[in-house]
């Protein structure tokens, strides 16, 4: 068996195939173990090398430190990875796994250079029904609402053709460790990814099954569209785990999707989708409709140089990025692009307190001088874009 000992924990773990294949990395539902991913792997293994683990709490790994925050789940796979000396990974996520994945691809982004998100959000219920079904089961323990669930596991097809493989994953689900589930079910209901899953840059597919009944298709699409470019797709005849119901669609769709990222975009294409990303359409549809012969070559020159290059690395994210210039623009005295890249914010998540912030450290480094026009630069913009700056007066 193949284990990391972590914080006083053992994650249990399986890498398999040859090291010169890619590697997905998959991470799994609430109240199962890695065996979940098997009915998929067969359609994948000439491809793709596997990682696979149980979080903490769920299969074989132990529980001894409760693990009831999203971080804490997202800092075990990180763990994992590092101990494992592996980057730019596929990361394919299902339920909870999905938003542990999501994690991962916002704190280190360098780590993940795919994302396969099956039947999973960026915020997975309210919190009452979480409370509800965590009082139940530590009360009757999982196997009071193993029924249920399956309902929400599997398309009604499968359920009744399928009874005696139903019989066995619910045997999954309620010999989960009440500790470690309950723990998890706490992680899912507090955990809101909103503004760090809306910066995420790596190419992301989004995967659901038409008759999911925990992560409904209209709750995956809404994550598909908060992320930006995010490819949204559904699984036909399947509930929650299309990785065990339709293993061959969801393999064909994972594999067409990373064909597709895999054709390499021209530097001009890569650009241009980052500096949409960042400045919004409206902006660059208005720069391209004004360019002329005469600035076409610059215009070309900062979409492949600037945003096809340094704003397309993944060591940092947008947000980072775009407080970066900030600095930059306003040390420089730079004001149109200083409020530009302001206004800018709306799409990087870089947040008001973070900008005054740096425009705060600008009056140490740069003046007080840079510091005090680059406020009032900042101040304009905001107001341009309807975000009002309670209590301030101007400089």
């Known amino acids: 068996m193949q284990t990391l000992s972590n914080n006083g924990d053992v994650l249990h773990y399986q890498l398999d195939g040859p090291s010169h294949l890619p590697l997905i990395v998959f991470s799994n539902s609430l109240g199962t173990d890695m065996r979940v991913w098997d009915p998929l792997l067969p359609y994948l293994k000439d491809q793709y090398r596997f990682l696979r683990y149980d979080k903490r709490g769920h299969g074989l790994s132990s529980c001894n430190n409760l693990p009831d925050t999203i971080d804490d789940h997202i800092s075990d796979l990180i763990a994992l990875l590092d101990s494992l000396h592996i980057s730019q990974t596929i990361l394919c996520g299902l339920s909870v796994g999905g938003l542990i994945a999501q ?10 250079k795919h994302l396969i998100l099956c039947d999973t959000a960026h915020k997975i219920g309210p919190a ?8 139940t089961v ?25 009874e005696a493989e ?45 008759e999911d009944g925990a992560t409904p298709p209209e709750l995956v699409r809404s994550t598909a569209e908060l992320i930006p470019g995010a490819q949204f797709e559904i699984i036909k005849k399947a509930g ?39 400045l919004g359409d409206a902006h660059v549809d208005r720069a391209e409709s004004n360019k002329t012969t005469f600035d076409e070559p ?10 096809g290059s340094v704003w397309s690395r993944p060591f940092l994210s947008k947000r980072d990025r775009s407080l ?51 406020i009032r630069v900042a101040k304009q913009a905001y107001a341009e874009i309807g975000i009002s700056i309670d209590g301030d007066k101007n400089s």
């Open 103 to 112: 994690g991962v691809a916002a704190k280190r982004p360098e780590l993940v």
């Open 128 to 135: 009452e029904t979480w409370d509800a079904r965590i009082e």
């Open 138 to 162: 530590t009360q009757h323990g999982i196997g009071h609402i193993a029924d249920a669930v399956m309902q929400r596991w599997f398309a009604s097809d499968f359920r009744t053709e399928q």
């Open 166 to 210: 139903v019989v066995l994953w619910k045997n999954m689900l309620a010999r989960t460790a009440v500790e470690g589930y309950t723990a998890t079910c706490k992680a899912i209901r507090n955990a809101d990814l909103t503004q760090s899953s809306s910066q995420l840059t790596q190419p992301t597919l989004c995967i659901v099954g038409d």
């Open 240 to 278: 929650h785990l299309p990785c065990v119901e339709q293993p061959d669609a969801l393999a064909k769709l994972i594999q067409a999707f990373l064909r597709n990222v895999n054709e390499p975009l021209t530097r001009f294409d890569a650009g241009m989708k980052v500096r949409r990303s960042v």
């Open 298 to 307: 610059f215009q070309t020159f900062i979409t492949e140089g600037a945003w």
């Open 324 to 374: 970066i210039t900030i600095a930059l623009l306003a040390a420089l005295g730079h004001d149109e692009e200083l409020a530009m890249h302001v206004r800018a914010t709306q799409n990087t998540g870089a947040t008001l307190d973070e900008v005054r912030e740096t425009l705060l450290h600008l009056g140490v480094y740069a003046g007080v001088p840079a510091s005090n026009i680059a």
